[in-house]
């Protein structure tokens, strides 16, 4: 079966520093693998998708960044935090091909940017 | 317009009570509809996942999909406590598995 693993859980960073929160998938090859942040009280938004290694696709503009260095590993990163940057970070998995389209997600990553 | 809307809530309701969450959407060209459960402080559990127009019944859970009004439902018969969750719809077109989620329906069953 598949699982998708993400860590840290929790985080808490000062403005200006860097950021690194990591994203593997067990059990599928080349997945489809997407980035999300959850503003509290409010949905999913969605950051950055990838459909191969070093594919990546970013959905808004902003002070993240990410990458696809392997088949399975998903990390999402920044130079230097913002308060805005704060929020519960998830990400997805999805098979590539097929008819079905779910997304699963992972634990996610609760990041606090005091 | 969002693209998909969803009362936040929050809707309180007794155990053993039916509950009804709701999406609307404006666009046509979605494809795929899909229910999320979201525990506080964890990431959405996909719950109920349809491609056509009717229901899917799963044994509490039945979603229902009118794609010539534009909107989806999911029910939950014979609520339990444990069903306290925040219910979040996602829909979806084309390639890539892009999904538009609403914004989460906050549901409170009490004993």
């Known amino acids: 079966s598949q699982t998708i693993h993400q860590w840290p859980a929790t985080l808490v960073q000062p403005v200006g520093s860097p950021l690194s929160l990591e994203c593997t998938v067990e059990?599928?090859?080349?997945?489809?693998l997407y980035w999300y942040r959850q503003a509290a009280g409010r949905g999913l938004q969605l950051l950055f998708y990838s459909v191969g290694i070093g594919q990546i696709s970013s959905e808004v503009p902003q002070n993240l960044s990410a990458s696809r260095p392997q088949d399975r590993q998903f990390i999402l990163s920044s130079k230097k935090l913002l308060l805005s940057d704060s929020g519960f970070y998830l990400c997805?998995?999805?098979?590539?091909?097929?008819?079905?389209?779910?997304?699963?997600f992972g634990p996610g990553t609760r990041l606090t940017v005091t | 317009q969002k693209e998909v809307e969803q009362d936040p809530g929050p809707l309180s309701v007794p155990e053993g009570a039916i509950v009804s969450l709701n999406c609307t959407y404006s666009n046509s060209a979605f494809q795929y509809f899909m229910w999320y459960r979201q525990y506080s402080r964890k990431g959405p559990e996909l719950l109920m996942y349809t491609y056509s127009s009717g229901n899917k019944e799963d044994g509490r859970f039945t979603a229902q999909v009118d794609k010539s009004s534009k909107y989806i439902s999911l029910f939950i018969r014979d609520s339990q406590p444990s069903d306290s969750a925040t219910y979040l719809c996602a829909m979806g077109s084309g390639g890539y598995n892009k999904l538009i989620f609403g914004a989460g329906t906050r549901l409170a069953v009490h004993p």
């Open positions: 059990g599928t090859s080349n997945p489809n």
């Open positions: 997805a998995w999805s098979a590539a091909q097929g008819a079905l389209r779910e997304q699963y």
